[in-house]
């Protein structure tokens, strides 16, 4: 019975996990082969996050044979690594800053006579590593004689941020007006980043406390847990059925007030405003989508 509930539970985590991986999923960049097999599927860092899951929710059932207690590890394993890092905030961060330094560079490219196009794919060969393999795409693309405003939309695409997109977006004004006054606002644009950048830097070191906060619940409940299955005496009410529905009230109320801690250490991110490049139409050229005013010609 208990081998038949483990199966279960095992089944019932990897199923969330794998229909959250595919709701977060985002669409491969254009001409990028699909992967195959689980890796198409789920990242290789959630794979191995599962099957620490796996692992944790069996070894909770088979110890204390709450069926509560081994949800509740199998989702702290996939959810506490998220709680109590703050490495989604310094990549971001280190993003805006790639960006500020790319537009500088552009800004000074064009100022030397240099057509926009020939511009952005001279700027892959200096582009700050956050950005890199962005800037390369956009300049893989337009090698690749792709339109230029399709590959701008690309790129917003790929940065996955509103700053790309206000770059983006100057870029494909500018080409639609054959380059006029994109030095102007690029640079603009960069000294924009740059306040954006000293702002959330000291934002992210006044919210570093929360992030302290949580680590150090999840140290104490780390310990509790430990506590509570050593000391079966004490532990020994929560093997009834009313105390897994006790348990699993103060496991929820643990989890909602780890998660608006999170909350509070978290800087969110505004919306994105550029739509992706449109996709081919039935007639094989490009559909001009709902974002025509943008649109531009095809770069010669």
């Known amino acids: 019975m208990i081998i038949l509930a483990a199966c279960g539970g095992a089944l019932i985590a990897a199923g969330i996990v794998l229909f959250t991986a595919e709701l977060t999923r985002r669409a491969p960049a254009p001409g990028t082969p699909p992967p195959r097999g689980l890796r198409g599927v789920l990242p290789a860092a959630s794979a191995v996050r599962l099957l620490l899951a796996l692992v944790a929710f069996l070894a909770v059932l088979l110890i204390t044979r709450w069926p509560v207690a081994a949800i509740a590890a199998a989702l702290a394993v996939i959810f506490l690594p998220k709680l109590t890092a703050s490495r989604e905030q310094r990549q971001r961060t280190a993003m805006l800053e790639a960006l500020e330094q790319w537009a500088r560079r552009l800004a000074d490219m064009l100022t030397a006579s240099r057509a926009l196009e020939d511009a952005l794919e001279a700027s892959a060969r200096s582009a700050p590593p956050a950005i890199a393999g962005q800037v390369g795409a956009l300049a893989r693309r337009l090698a690749a004689r792709a339109g230029t405003e399709t590959a701008l939309r690309a790129f917003a695409a790929d940065v996955d941020d509103p700053a790309g997109d206000r770059i983006a977006a100057a870029l494909i004004i500018a080409t639609s007006r054959r380059g006029g006054g994109a030095h102007a606002v690029l640079s603009a644009l960069a000294e924009m980043l740059g306040r954006d950048v000293a702002a959330r830097r000291e934002i992210d070191a006044e919210r570093a406390q929360h992030r302290t906060t949580v680590r150090w619940i999840t140290v104490f409940i780390v310990a509790f847990t430990v506590f509570a299955v050593l000391n079966r005496d004490y532990s020994a009410p929560f093997?009834?059925?009313?105390?897994?529905?006790?348990?699993?009230?103060?496991?929820?109320?643990?989890?909602?007030?780890?998660?608006?801690?999170?909350?509070?250490?978290s800087i969110p991110a505004p919306g994105r405003f550029l739509d992706p490049p449109a996709a081919p139409g039935a007639a094989g050229g490009p559909s001009t989508g709902s974002a025509a005013p943008l649109r531009t010609g095809r770069r010669r």
């Open 239 to 265: 093997g009834t059925v009313p105390g897994q529905l006790v348990l699993a009230v103060v496991a929820s109320l643990y989890a909602a007030g780890l998660g608006w801690l999170h909350r509070l250490g």
